[in-house]
Nanobody, 118 residues
Framework: QVQLVESGGGLVQPGGSLRLSCATS????????MGWYRQAPGKQRELVAT???????NYADSVKDRFTISRDNAKNSVNLQMNSLKSEDPAVYYC????????????WGQGTQVTVSS
């Protein structure tokens, strides 16, 4: 029932680092793109980073050079290394996986909270 599970969120001081992980269930097939999105209170959900099954990566301008997305195709997992965290980064971070089989479908995790505070 819960097919994507995020972990690694928490509280960190400005300038600190966190590593988010997302595990997918084995019944999700032919995942094309995986990614991370975030939603801060009162704001729209926004794309943070995506990675294709071929390893092509895209980042939001706000996180370029600070965040790094990685993927393990064999495990159908995706990670997000977040460095130099700042006040604009706190949000609930959601994992996304797009499957192409048997039909195109998006899967979402429940989210993990990232808090940046002194």
């Amino acid at each position: 029932q819960v097919q994507l599970v995020e972990s690694g969120g928490g509280l960190v001081q400005p300038g600190g680092s966190l590593r988010l992980s997302c595990a997918t269930s084995r019944n999700i097939f032919r995942i094309s793109t995986m990614g991370w999105y975030r939603q801060a209170p009162g704001k729209q959900r926004e794309l943070v980073a995506t990675i294709t099954n071929g390893g092509s990566m895209n980042y939001a301008d706000s996180v370029k050079d600070r965040f790094t997305i990685s993927r393990d195709n064999a495990k159908n997992s995706v990670n997000l290394q977040m460095n130099s965290l700042k006040s604009e980064d706190p949000a609930v971070y959601y994992c996304n996986a797009r499957s192409q089989w048997p039909t195109a479908r998006d899967y979402w995790g429940q989210g993990t909270q990232v808090t940046v505070s002194s």
